[in-house]
């Protein structure tokens, strides 16, 4: 009797956890992730990203981009990288960040701690204190390169290039609390990490976003072109030795009816209100 009092209790435990599984995989993958050590916590800066609404991952996913932003500018660089992507809304088993069906497709809100070094310092900004846009799209490029091997995408530029800068930059200075910030605004060239059934990548992309299943009738190629849109909001702090910068992005793109896709910009007023309260704190 007791036996079957059991099986009665775990049956339905066991049942609501498979028909979950993508949901419980990703909350396990970020807790791992957190977990590990990353160049902002080593350097006692806390990246706070207030997600207090339906739509986004609940818990911060917290990567060491050192390795792939050093691969990118060709010598060694710590930084950090905190983010936020559309969480298991329309279905339990991938999330909304890999779903076309939804505004949060492919949609990014994050954070970025880049730290002086023997080679760089006040890495983003010149000498006179003015940002560089092309390291702007160096960290894109090295959080892109990340995502791109997670997920087995076999694209790139002819020039190795995962992102490509394009159409014209906007810069402005902008004082928010009594902090000095720019803020940049630009669009780049890249391709969606969505694809269907496969697992050639790594498998943290799959505990990370679900697997899309192959007969998905979604209108759209596995890692199809795409336009990120977005804004970058950047500041210098001397005293912790480090360049501090929030974000928010959005795709474009042409489905494979031949229409242009803008869903993005149904969340953008929603992902900047987020970005306005993502802070920086020295412990």
């Given at each position: 009797?007791?036996?079957?009092?059991?099986?009665?209790?775990?049956?339905?435990?066991?049942?609501?956890a498979?028909?979950?599984?993508?949901?419980?995989?990703?909350?396990?993958m970020?807790l791992?992730?957190?977990?590990?050590?990353?160049?902002?916590?080593?350097?006692?800066?806390?990246?706070?990203?207030?997600?207090?609404?339906?739509?986004?991952?609940?818990?911060?996913?917290?990567?060491?981009?050192?390795?792939?932003?050093?691969?990118?500018v060709?010598?060694?660089?710590?930084a950090?990288?905190?983010?936020?992507y559309?969480?298991?809304?329309?279905?339990?088993?991938?999330?909304?960040?890999?779903?076309?069906?939804?505004?949060?497709?492919?949609?990014?809100i994050?954070?970025?701690a880049?730290?002086?070094g023997?080679?760089?310092?006040?890495?983003?900004?010149?000498?006179?204190?003015?940002?560089i846009?092309?390291d702007?799209?160096d960290?894109?490029?090295?959080?892109?390169?990340?995502?791109?091997?997670?997920?087995?995408?076999?694209?790139?530029?002819?020039?190795?290039?995962l992102?490509?800068?394009?159409?014209?930059?906007?810069?402005?200075?902008?004082?928010?609390g009594?902090?000095?910030?720019w803020?940049?605004?630009?669009?780049?060239?890249?391709?969606?990490?969505?694809?269907?059934?496969s697992?050639?990548?790594?498998?943290?992309h799959?505990?990370?976003?679900?697997?899309?299943?192959?007969?998905?009738?979604?209108p759209?190629?596995?890692?199809?072109?795409?336009?990120?849109?977005?804004?970058?909001?950047?500041?210098y702090?001397?005293?912790?030795?480090?360049?501090c910068?929030?974000?928010y992005i959005?795709?474009?793109?042409?489905?494979?009816?031949?229409?242009?896709?803008?869903?993005g910009?149904?969340?953008?007023?929603?992902?900047?209100?987020?970005?306005?309260?993502?802070?920086?704190?020295?412990?």
């Amino acid at each position: 009797m007791r036996r079957l009092l059991l099986l009665l209790v775990l049956l339905p435990g066991g049942l609501w956890a498979w028909l979950r599984r993508g949901i419980l995989r990703s909350v396990f993958m970020r807790l791992v992730a957190a977990a590990q050590p990353n160049p902002a916590k080593r350097h006692g800066v806390d990246i706070r990203i207030p997600i207090d609404r339906p739509g986004w991952i609940r818990r911060t996913l917290k990567v060491d981009l050192s390795p792939s932003l050093s691969e990118v500018v060709g010598y060694p660089v710590e930084a950090a990288a905190y983010s936020h992507y559309g969480g298991f809304n329309l279905s339990p088993l991938y999330a909304d960040f890999v779903n076309p069906d939804s505004s949060y497709y492919q949609a990014w809100i994050g954070a970025y701690a880049i730290f002086d070094g023997e080679r760089r310092k006040h890495f983003g900004f010149d000498d006179k204190g003015k940002p560089i846009d092309a390291d702007r799209i160096d960290i894109l490029e090295a959080d892109q390169r990340l995502v791109f091997w997670a997920a087995g995408c076999p694209k790139k530029f002819p020039d190795g290039r995962l992102v490509k800068a394009i159409g014209d930059t906007t810069m402005s200075e902008v004082n928010i609390g009594g902090e000095r910030w720019w803020r940049v605004d630009g669009q780049a060239e890249t391709w969606s990490c969505y694809h269907r059934g496969s697992r050639e990548g790594n498998w943290r992309h799959y505990w990370a976003s679900g697997v899309v299943p192959e007969e998905a009738s979604h209108p759209v190629d596995d890692f199809h072109p795409m336009t990120y849109a977005g804004s970058v909001w950047m500041r210098y702090v001397p005293e912790w030795g480090a360049t501090c910068a929030k974000f928010y992005i959005f795709p474009e793109y042409v489905d494979r009816n031949g229409e242009k896709v803008s869903k993005g910009r149904e969340v953008e007023a929603e992902t900047r209100a987020i970005m306005d309260r993502i802070t920086f704190t020295k412990r």
